[in-house]
């Protein structure tokens, strides 16, 4: 079981009673998926002109607003496969526009190293999910590694507010990469001695 996992079933009661509610006001789940955006967009903003902590704080929030889009769906009885492909993409969308602020800022700062360290980050924890993606799209889902999103969402919020990026940075630059190697031997695991299916 992921973190995410267990985050779930853990407070699921807690998620359940907020997007019951938040369903009660007629709000509906992609409005709160888009308002997570909204809220790391923000946090990036912050980021980028230097604010890290605060732009850490807007992040740390952000991430059960993450949480609410699905459990409003699952409860309206909206749960879809669509539903949970955009909530996907706009999670990627989060991360990578994080990570564009980080990058502008150490630019900004003539900081090379950063910057570098922030490519490899944002590039490894699209692997993690896009071999994920690419695995399930030939029938092996592979949930392995030791730095999922949740993990890397731990890893990064706190780092920010406490005003040591890079350290967050060097961590997830080379966890999320293991990560991505794992889910690849993962589902070449679960695909030998398969029949070869086309591209």
Do not use: C
């Not at 709000?27 to 002109?49: D, F, S």
């Not at 769906?73 to 990578?96: I, K, P, Q």
């Not at 919020?157 to 990469?177: D, E, R, S, T």
Request: no cysteine; net charge positive; aromatic share 10%.
């Amino acid at each position: 079981m992921t973190l995410t996992d267990f985050m779930r079933q853990r407070f699921k009661g807690v998620t359940d009673s907020v997007g019951g509610f938040l369903n009660s006001m007629g709000l509906m789940p992609n409005t709160i998926t888009l308002l997570g955006l909204l809220g790391n967009t923000i946090g990036a903003y912050l980021i980028a002109r230097g604010e890290m902590t605060w732009g850490g704080i807007l992040i740390l929030l952000m991430g059960p607003v993450d949480a609410l889009d699905g459990t409003m769906a699952r409860l309206r009885g909206m749960a879809s496969e669509f539903g949970a492909f955009v909530d996907s993409v706009t999670d990627r969308y989060s991360e990578l526009v994080i990570y564009g602020g980080m990058l502008y800022y150490f630019a900004h700062q003539g900081n090379v190293l950063a910057g570098i360290l922030t490519f490899v980050a944002a590039s490894g924890s699209v692997l993690v999910s896009y071999v994920r993606a690419r695995g399930q799209s030939l029938g092996a889902d592979t949930k392995v590694g030791i730095l999922t999103r949740m993990e890397r969402y731990l890893v990064l919020a706190p780092a920010l507010v406490f005003q040591q990026p890079v350290w967050g940075l060097w961590i997830i630059a080379i966890l999320a990469n293991v990560t991505a190697i794992q889910r690849i031997i993962d589902v070449r695991r679960q695909l030998t001695g398969r029949p070869s299916r086309n591209h």
